[in-house]
């Protein structure tokens, strides 16, 4: 392995590796030099601590070493089975006396596995997948692979705590391996194949485009494919020639025809889907929790005949990151009141917006208060649109200026006063169930707009 690195240079060439190594001597794959297979379980242990010191010298301090795997139970040379190996926590062992950092245990359900089970075991339908860095300065991108799933569109209603894109996923992944045999190449039936869309979220969470993935037991190649499927650079080391031949044949052509298909990207459209919209439900439900806290702790001060809500525009640029997570907006009251009264509901409402429930909206910008005579000035030019009745989930459509200043001549109607925003939303939640109101930990006091 050293050998591949030699022209390199000084700098260490690869950022990730992701594997799942040979089970011990479970089988032969016909190699004079492969590992595992006519070596004691000892000394195919000695040479996994080698393999890993080896990629540790070959690896970026930004860098990363995923290793799949599951327990087994050899048998010895009369046939019977002998006790199980915690292979996942010996090979954590040795990557750890290589120097390596164990950072994470994950769970990855693959529903279909190789029949093995027996007296004193049940069929296993999982594997370890296990994270082992560098250093802190390893690279982990979990925007990319955060879960927007709907949540029975919880979010609709309550979209300050619902993160725009998406949850962090569980240290628990289903994810089906392929079925044996599925490419229609029997070049194919290797021992452990690796699903693609398991590979490629352990790509976009350790790599950027042009990193060097690389994978040691690399088998028919999936871990390279979907690498440069990704925009990385692919590398990798494989002694069995079916396989080395198979990459070319068919793993390339048939991992390529994975771009726009792949789960990852239909999760991702529906998480650019909700970076959009989340953000305008947010601005134009703040208004009504600040009224919301005004009615609760000062029915003496003036109350709102309106309430403007203007986002400022461009807000979550492209894929999300710490510094774009603020969101710009601008409230404003109208009041009939003037003088120290108009000023008073100012003061409150300013207060109350850097502190919960508003402050968990992550919106930063001004809360003004004026009087009604100046709102035909603020709207003049936008094309705004109207919300009743604290729906602030569903417009009624656009207003003009004009039948704006003529619904509020009239007597106010309803517990709240109209909202009116730039933005336009046109969200339909469902009802929560009462598992999800326990899981998402709300409670009988919770507001039930």
């Known amino acids: 392995m050293d050998l591949l690195f030699a022209q390199a240079g000084v700098a260490p060439l690869l950022t990730c590796t992701i594997t799942s190594p040979p089970y011990s001597d479970m089988k032969d794959y016909g190699h004079a030099e492969q590992i595992g297979w006519g070596q004691s379980y000892e000394e195919y242990l000695v040479e996994m601590r080698r393999i890993f010191r080896s990629i540790y010298r070959h690896t970026g301090d930004d860098g990363s070493l995923w290793v799949i795997a599951d327990t087994l139970r050899p048998r010895d040379q009369s046939g019977r089975a002998r006790r199980l190996e915690p292979l996942p926590f010996q090979l954590a062992e040795e990557a750890e006396q290589a120097d390596w950092m164990l950072r994470d245990v994950i769970i990855w359900e693959k529903d279909k596995t190789l029949p093995w089970s027996g007296r004193g075991r049940l069929r296993n339908t999982f594997e370890y997948v296990l994270l082992f860095v560098k250093s802190d300065k390893f690279k982990y991108y979990v925007d990319r692979v955060r879960d927007p799933i709907h949540l029975e569109q919880w979010w609709v209603k309550w979209p300050e705590r619902y993160n725009p894109q998406g949850k962090v996923p569980t240290n628990v992944w289903s994810i089906p391996i392929p079925v044996q045999g599925s490419w229609k190449n029997t070049d194919l039936q290797h021992m452990c194949p690796l699903p693609p869309d398991l590979v490629e979220r352990l790509i976009l969470l350790s790599t950027d485009p042009g990193d060097v993935v690389f994978d040691p037991f690399a088998g028919t190649g999936v871990v390279i ?225």
């Open 225 to 449: 494919a979907e690498a440069e499927r990704l925009g990385r650079r692919g590398l990798g080391i494989e002694l069995v020639g079916k396989h080395v031949r198979a990459y070319s044949k068919t793993t390339i052509p048939e991992i390529m025809k994975r771009n726009g298909r792949d789960t990852l990207t239909k999760r991702l459209e529906r998480a650019t889907y909700l970076q959009d919209v989340i953000p305008k439900l947010r601005v134009v439900k703040l208004p009504r929790v600040l009224l919301q806290q005004l009615l609760s702790h000062r029915p003496d001060l003036p109350t709102p005949r309106l309430a403007i809500a203007l986002m400022d525009r461009p807000y979550y640029p492209g894929v999300l990151h710490e510094q774009h997570k603020v969101i710009k907006a601008r409230v404003v009251f109208a009041v009939k009141e003037t003088g120290r009264r108009r000023e008073e509901l100012r003061k409150f409402v300013s207060e109350f917006a850097h502190v919960e429930p508003a402050s968990k909206f992550g919106i930063s910008g001004t809360i003004d208060v004026v009087g009604l005579e100046e709102i035909e000035g603020l709207i003049r030019r936008k094309k705004m649109y109207l919300y009743i009745g604290g729906r602030t989930w569903m417009t009624e459509g656009s207003i003009a200026p004009k039948k704006l200043m003529a619904l509020l001549t009239g007597s106010p109607s309803g517990k709240w006063p109209p909202i009116v925003s730039n933005v336009e939303v046109h969200e339909r939640p469902r009802p929560l169930t009462r598992d999800v109101q326990s899981a998402i930990g709300f409670s009988n006091g919770d507001d039930p707009i």
